[in-house]
T-cell receptor, first 112, second 113 residues
């Protein structure tokens, strides 16, 4: 059973709002990831972190930002949400690179 | 560069049929890891299997089996006697070296009663 949690599960907001999607894990994993999943199912890596104070951009350019101040916490922030940000956001963690990822339940974001 | 191709976008079967989901990968590394994940309608990705490049032995877990063939760079997944609960999106993925996980585009499996 994965011990990785995302909140909120669903979020509907208006254009221009600032939002933060929360992701926490209790497994002590150093590696954490954010994926954006489009309606066509494809998963795109948008941010990852290999440890505290370490963050990197993923394969897909994103207007979001992330921080990693604590091992267990990896929040994602959108300063000004737009309809194009409407998507499913999935957080994941792993103990080491090459090992399986544990995924959270995801946040379905809708920007009106 | 790494690449994972899942050519089947959607597959529909009737319950109790066997179904195979194809996965073809590309990598220049000799050491790599292959994965399959299941994403049911609830949205969470569930890990199914991890296989390293040095272990070509096929694996069976209940109704699930995986066929890894390095000669054709394939890691196919077969569900025997499919059930409605198997309906989900299935992702094949690859990691090599110190790279992040590369996912295929997914195959949606619909099992009807």
């Amino acid at each position: 059973e994965a011990d990785i949690y995302q909140t909120p599960r669903y979020l509907v907001i208006g254009t221009g709002k600032k939002i933060t999607l929360e992701c926490s894990q209790t497994m002590g994993h150093d590696k954490m990831y954010w994926y954006q999943q489009d309606p066509g199912m494809e998963l795109h890596l948008i941010h990852y972190s290999y440890g505290v104070n370490s963050t990197e951009k993923g394969d897909l350019s994103s207007e979001s930002t992330v921080s990693r101040i604590r091992t267990e916490h990896f929040p994602l922030t959108l300063e000004s949400a737009r309809p194009s940000h409407t998507s499913q956001y999935l957080c994941a963690s792993s103990e080491v690179v090459g090992e399986k990822l544990f995924f959270g339940s995801g946040t379905q974001l809708s920007v009106l | 560069a790494q690449k994972v191709t899942q050519a089947q976008t959607e597959i529909s079967v009737v319950e109790k049929e066997d179904v195979t989901l194809d996965c073809v990968y590309e990598t220049r590394d000799t050491t790599y890891y292959l994965f399959w994940y299941k994403q049911p309608p609830s949205g969470e990705l569930v890990f199914l299997i991890r296989r390293n490049s040095f272990d070509e032995q096929n694996e069976i877990s209940g109704r699930y089996s995986w066929n890894f063939q390095k000669s054709t760079s394939s890691f196919n997944f077969t569900i025997t006697a499919s059930q409605v609960v198997d309906s989900a999106v299935y992702f094949c993925a690859l990691t090599a070296g110190y790279s992040t996980l590369t996912f295929g585009k997914g195959t949606m499996l619909l099992v009807s009663p």
